[in-house]
């Protein structure tokens, strides 16, 4: 199996999970509430990465290093706190399917945007008219996904 396939199943098997795990923090929020759940699923996650880091010697990066990086990428903490709590906020009102197509279509636009400048260090990869074209069949996707 080529890693270019293999790379795109473990995207697919990422995003299958996404919904599921946004099931289940709905599901948590319901009980617990939802700035709740969301501190829960993040503490639940520290273990499960320190487990796989440490104990399992899973790990072959260097956490010493982190002080190199740039500022911004520690925005991404930041940013799972804000995924976590909109995908169980919005699953509940609008469904899984719902909330799926609509965080997939401004993933997929947003993605395209950081791709055409290279953004935080990104690969330049330019539009297209192809991709115009496909992301204007998602947008159409979408709208036709959240018909009631």
């Known amino acids: 199996m080529s890693l270019h396939l293999l790379a795109f199943l ?3 098997l990422a995003g299958s999970t996404m919904a599921v795990q946004g099931t289940l923090n709905a599901s948590l929020s319901k009980i617990v509430g939802l700035l709740e759940a969301t501190l829960i699923v993040m503490a639940v996650g520290l ?3 320190l487990l796989i880091i440490y104990p399992l010697g899973l790990g072959k990066g260097n956490l010493s290093k982190f002080m190199e990086a740039p500022w911004y990428t520690f925005l991404g903490g930041v940013l799972i706190v804000l995924i976590t709590y909109g995908v169980a906020a919005s699953i509940p009102r609008i469904g899984v ?3 799926t197509t609509a965080i997939v279509t401004a993933q997929v636009v947003t993605a ?5 400048w290279g ?8 539009f297209s008219w192809w991709k115009i074209l496909g ?3 998602l947008a159409a996707g979408t709208r036709i996904m959240l018909i009631r």
């Not at 395209?112 to 055409?116: A, E, G, L």
């Not at 953004?119 to 330019?126: D, E, L, Q, S, V």
């Open 47 to 49: 273990v499960t990465a």
């Open 112 to 116: 395209t945007i950081i791709d055409h």
């Open 135 to 137: 992301l204007a069949l």
């Open 97 to 99: 399917a719902n909330a």
């Open 10 to 12: 473990l995207a697919a």
């Open 119 to 126: 953004i935080f260090g990104m690969k330049a990869i330019p």
